[in-house]
């Protein structure tokens, strides 16, 4: 089974309004990490913003804020007042908490995210 | 200063060659990683170190084999090159809180 759903391939957003990326996950361990990471069309994975499973707030940093639903297991992430420079691929990635797997991060196949002016 | 750097961030060759891409990590951290990111930008894992020790092999043919000589170090070496392993490399180190760094990505072309 995957890990990590990421349902929407390609997405539009237009200038200043906000989008949400979907990001489900599977998992049984009760600790584990929820990262998402931009990739502009130069390549570098950029770290946005991180979640851990017994954190109660939702993550936010700034433009950035990660809506966590445990129970639904879903981990979106949602920008706000969209930027042109915010179109990219964005991966939603998981880390699980035990032994081994705590070292292994699990990756979403990416959402392509377009900005329209 | 970067903090996890690759090199070469190009790299074209021809089938059956070797080829070595370095990476080297400035964050103190003593986790890295190597993944292959493949044309449909699907993000794989291949190996990681922790300290110089490999602990996570990801079913990855042997003709890969990684090096790691202290732990600001991870190299990956690729014997006998096939048309298959054409992606982009990305390189990684870990925090102790678990988010990854990832180094600016080696695209491997072979012809």
């Known amino acids: 089974a995957q890990k990590i759903t990421q349902t929407q391939p390609g997405m539009f957003v237009q200038e200043k309004e906000a989008v949400t990326l979907d990001c489900t996950y599977d998992?049984?361990?009760?600790?584990?990490?929820l990262f998402w990471y931009k990739q502009p069309s130069s390549g570098e994975m950029i770290f946005l913003i991180y979640?851990?499973?017994?954190?109660?707030q939702n993550a936010t940093e700034g433009r950035y804020s990660l809506n966590f639903q445990k129970a639904r297991k879903s981990a979106n992430l949602v920008i706000s007042a969209s930027q042109l420079g915010d179109s990219a691929m964005y991966f939603c990635?998981?880390?699980?908490?035990?032994?081994?797997?705590?070292?292994?991060?699990?990756f979403g196949s990416g959402t392509k995210l377009n900005v329209k002016p | 200063d970067t903090a996890v750097s690759q090199t070469p961030k190009y790299l074209v060759t021809q089938m059956g060659n070797d080829k070595s891409i370095k990476c080297e990590q400035n964050?103190?951290?003593?986790?890295m990683y190597w993944y292959k990111q493949d044309s449909k930008k699907f993000l794989k894992i291949m190996f990681s170190?922790?300290?110089?020790?490999?602990?996570i092999n990801e079913t990855v043919p042997n003709r890969f084999s990684p090096k790691s000589p202290d732990k600001a170090h991870l190299n990956l070496h690729i014997n006998s090159l096939e048309l298959g392993d054409s992606a982009v490399y990305f390189c990684?180190?870990?925090?102790?809180?678990?988010?990854?760094?990832f180094g600016e990505g080696s695209r491997l072309t072979v012809l």
């Open positions: 990684a180190s870990r925090t102790e809180t678990g988010e990854l760094f």
């Open positions: 998992t049984s361990d009760q600790s584990y990490g």
């Open positions: 979640q851990g499973s017994y954190d109660e």
């Open positions: 990635a998981m880390r699980e908490g035990r032994g081994d797997n705590f070292n292994k991060f699990y």
């Open positions: 964050l103190g951290h003593d986790t």
């Open positions: 170190y922790n300290n110089k020790e490999l602990i």
